[in-house]
């Protein structure tokens, strides 16, 4: 048999809330006793009971189906610190401000971690008439492309969906010193700072 959620996935999750089996189990409309079988590894919950079970322990249903649980450890939220989770299959893009757990079409969405522009992936990023307009010399075509240009400062975030066998650029307000993101279907996330406006 194989097992979709783990024994100690459950009662770790439940002892995390504070709730008892029995909390549990009327919370979610099985006894105690079902409750306490998936626990001890005797049985599993019924698929139709995952949303529910997941949304009861706080968690979403990827990470209790996985596992894997991130503690949220933003405190306070920053801009600066933001995040771009990019779901591979539909292209939807997640900001955050910070690292969370998201997934989309049933994939776990990882941050993207952001790198200095390399030859392929320059932006060009200059000021005019209150905008930032940015530019890179990046192919368009629907197998290769930019799927997004933000901008980032400490108090907004500003995103700019692309599309295929469209320019490859943007204009966006300028609201301070900040970051630039461009986001390239195949190579990943790239970043640079805004320059000093003259």
Not at 9 to 37: M, N, P, W
Not at 44 to 58: F, N, Y
């Amino acid at each position: 048999m194989s097992t979709y959620i783990t024994a100690d996935t459950i009662r770790f999750l439940r002892e995390q809330r504070a709730l008892t089996q029995r909390a549990l189990a009327e919370r979610i409309g099985v006894t105690d006793k079902a409750v306490s079988k998936w626990e001890s590894g005797r049985g599993l919950p019924d698929i139709s009971l995952i949303e529910p079970l997941a949304e009861t322990l706080g968690v979403s249903v990827a990470e209790l189906l996985t596992g894997d649980v991130r503690e949220n450890v933003n405190h306070a939220g920053n801009m600066m610190r933001s995040k771009f989770y990019v779901c591979p299959i539909c292209g939807n893009v997640v900001h955050a401000l910070g690292e969370g757990s998201f997934s989309c079409c049933g994939s776990q969405l990882l941050p993207q971690d952001a790198e200095e522009p390399d030859e392929g992936h320059g932006l060009a990023v200059t000021y005019s008439d209150g905008s930032w307009h940015v530019a890179l010399d990046h192919p368009m075509t629907k197998q290769h492309y930019i799927s997004f240009i933000a901008y980032v400062t400490s108090g907004a975030a500003h995103l700019v969906k692309l599309y295929p066998e469209q320019a490859c650029e943007a204009r966006i307000p300028a609201a301070g010193s900040g970051y630039v993101y461009a986001y390239c279907n195949q190579h990943g996330l790239f970043r640079v700072r805004t320059p000093r406006r003259r």
